[in-house]
Nanobody, 121 residues
Framework: QLVESGGGLVQTGGSLRLSCSAS????????IGWFRRASGKEREFVSR????????YYADSVKGRFTTSRDNAKNTVYLEMNNLKPEDTAVYYC????????????????WGQGTPVTVSS
């Protein structure tokens, strides 16, 4: 089970750090993806990280502003979001899968409930 936290309301240019935590002892075996869904839009890929935290990928829209990292000792993955913009407003989800990472949401069988982020202009 994945649990996201850290969402909230922030002004344009502000920062938030989202967390994705799991209770599984095998958490370090999972590739983690971050996705978001804005109101009225489809869910989209934001970033992903490999099992060791050495390789990360980002959507062009967040590259240079968002950073994903993980602490396997704490069974937690983080999404540091800086210089937030109103278009970043969405519900953010983390997802987990074995074997490899992917930017495609349909390849992730395990999802959290999401945490909302609102960026005011």
């Amino acid at each position: 089970q994945l649990v996201e936290s850290g969402g909230g309301l922030v002004q344009t240019g502000g920062s938030l750090r989202l967390s994705c935590s799991a209770s599984k002892r095998t958490f370090s075996a999972y590739f983690i993806g971050w996705f978001r869904r804005a109101s009225g839009k489809e869910r989209e890929f934001v970033s992903r990280i490999d099992r060791e935290g050495a390789i990360t990928y980002y959507a062009d829209s967040v590259k240079g502003r968002f950073t994903t990292s993980r602490d396997n000792a704490k069974n937690t993955v983080y999404l540091e979001m800086n210089n937030l913009k109103p278009e970043d407003t969405a519900v953010y989800y983390c997802a987990a899968r074995l074997y490899s990472g992917s930017p495609h949401e349909n390849q992730y069988p395990n999802w959290g409930q999401g945490t909302p982020v609102t960026v005011s202009s």
